[in-house]
């Protein structure tokens, strides 16, 4: 973080540079977590949310706008995502933003930025003695992800499975 004073007449500003990779999002998993290990052993499981964002046009009608994203979630997380988790499941994920890059077929220069869940948490459990059996079973230290490879979570590994 980089502090320093901008002056503004007789005022000084006080201005702080900084760099926030934190995305926080709450959807609805529009598919069945995959689950995949790494040529390590490490766990990875990719899920894909749909967030739906309502909002009021110039006309003021109600539309609907909805934003798809690619998650992947490491270690225990992952597992637990992919043994108790189904499509239309709501979730809640914090994480940061990495974005992979590739050439195609045709050498034209690809891109698709990916969200890498540090935190995933199961929301809207329904009250069945299944949904009770899984909330009982998930350990704390499945709540959160901590770093598995020189703090990067497992992203060097990510690059090599082709999700």
């Known amino acids: 973080m980089k502090l320093s004073y901008l002056e503004m007449g007789n005022f000084y500003i006080k201005e702080v540079k900084m760099r926030v990779n934190l995305v926080v999002v709450a959807g609805n998993l529009t598919r069945n977590p995959e689950l995949r290990y790494t ?27 909805t ?3 690619d998650i992947a979630v490491w270690g225990k997380q992952a597992e637990a995502c992919a043994k108790y988790l189904t499509k239309g499941r709501p979730v809640y994920i914090e994480g940061r ?5 590739w050439q195609n077929e045709e050498g034209q220069k690809r891109s698709k930025i990916k969200l890498v ?8 459990y329904k009250k069945s003695t299944e949904d009770k059996e899984v909330k009982d079973n998930i350990k704390p230290d499945e709540e959160t992800i901590t770093p598995t490879v020189d703090g990067t979570d497992g992203i060097a590994e990510l690059d090599k499975l082709d999700l």
């Open 39 to 65: 040529p390590t052993g490490k766990a990875v499981s990719t899920l894909g949310v749909a967030i739906n964002n309502d909002y009021t046009d110039s006309n003021g009608a109600t539309k609907k706008d």
């Open 117 to 124: 869940a540090t935190k995933v948490q199961f929301i809207d």
């Open 67 to 69: 934003v798809f994203i």
């Open 97 to 101: 933003l990495k974005q992979d890059s």
